[in-house]
T-cell receptor
Framework: GAGVSQSPSNKVTEKGKDVELRCDPISGHTALYWYRQRLGQGLEFLIY????????KSGLPSDRFSAERTGESVSTLTIQRTQQEDSAVYLC????????????????FGSGTQLSVL | KQEVTQIPAALSVPEGENLVLNCSFTDSAIYNLQWFRQDPGKGLTSLLL?????REQTSGRLNASLDKSSGRSTLYIAASQPGDSATYLCAAQNYGGATNKLIFGTGTLLAVQP
C-alpha cells in the first residue's frame, strides 16, 4: 500500500477482555515498530521487528502484551485481560532499515488505533 | 538511560512570526536526532533527521540544529503559517544494541494564529 495501515482506527472494550490490533507496513519495509502514546505524553517504545532477527520486546509493559509478525508483512499486537491503564493510541511504524542496530532510515507511521478500556 | 525533554509544552504565535522549538537529551552518544510533526487523529510525519556527524538540516522553512556536547537540538520555523499548527516531537536514537528504537520527548503543541 501507499502507507502504513492500522486497524481498527478505534476500539472500545471492557476491562478484562482481550484485544488485537493490526498493522500493515509499507511494502518492502523490513523493520516494524509498535509504540504507545498515552494522553498528553510522548511515544513509548513497545516492540521492534527486523526481518528474521529476534524481536526486541524490551518495551512491552507486562506479559499481557504480545506481538507477532509474519515474515516482512502484517503484525498484530495483542493485549490480554485489558486494564484501564492500557487506554492509549497504539502507533505502528515501518522503515527500510535492513539490519538490527541504529539506522538513518526514516520511520513512516500509521494513523494509530485509539484503544479505550472501560 | 536516555531522556528527552521539550520546552515549551505549548506555544501560540501570530502568523508570519519566526519561532524556535527546543529539545534536550541527557545522553550525548546519539546516532541521530529526529523531528516529527503530529496532527490530531493522525500518525507522525518525519520532518528532519540530523545524523550525529551533522550540525543541522534544512527543509523549506524548517531548520533543525544539533549540539551533542550540550545535549540540545532546536527546530526553527520561518514565517510561520496556520498550517504549521500541530504537535512537534523530537526523538533521539542511541548507539549500541541491536535495536533502533527512538526515545521521544513529550512534544510542543504549536498554534499559529491567522
Amino acid at each position: 500500500g501507499a502507507g502504513v495501515s492500522q486497524s481498527p482506527s478505534n476500539k472500545v472494550t471492557e476491562k478484562g477482555k482481550d484485544v488485537e490490533l493490526r498493522c500493515d507496513p509499507i511494502s518492502g519495509h523490513t523493520a516494524l515498530y509498535w509504540y504507545r502514546q498515552r494522553l498528553g505524553q510522548g511515544l513509548e517504545f513497545l516492540i521492534y521487528f527486523q526481518g528474521n532477527s529476534a524481536p526486541d520486546k524490551s518495551g512491552l509493559p507486562s506479559d499481557r502484551f504480545s506481538a507477532e509478525r509474519t515474515g516482512e508483512s502484517v503484525s498484530t499486537l495483542t493485549i490480554q485481560r485489558t486494564q484501564q491503564e492500557d487506554s492509549a493510541v497504539y502507533l505502528c511504524a515501518s522503515s527500510l532499515a535492513r539490519r538490527p542496530g541504529p539506522t538513518n532510515e526514516k520511520l513512516f507511521f500509521g494513523s494509530g488505533t485509539q484503544l479505550s478500556v472501560l | 538511560k536516555q531522556e528527552v525533554t521539550q520546552i515549551p509544552a505549548a506555544l501560540s504565535v501570530p502568523e508570519g512570526e519566526n519561532l524556535v522549538l527546543n529539545c534536550s537529551f541527557t545522553d550525548s552518544a546519539i546516532y541521530n536526532l529526529q523531528w516529527f510533526r503530529q496532527d490530531p487523529g493522525k500518525g507522525l510525519t518525519s520532518l528532519l533527521l540530523i545524523q550525529s556527524s551533522q550540525r543541522e538540516q534544512t527543509s523549506g522553512r524548517l531548520n533543525a540544529s544539533l549540539d551533542k556536547s550540550s545535549g540540545r537540538s532546536t527546530l526553527y520555523i520561518a514565517a510561520s503559517q496556520p498550517g504549521d499548527s500541530a504537535t512537534y516531537l523530537c526523538a533521539a536514537q542511541n548507539y549500541g544494541g541491536a535495536t533502533n528504537k527512538l526515545i521521544f520527548g513529550t512534544g510542543t503543541l504549536l498554534a499559529v494564529q491567522p
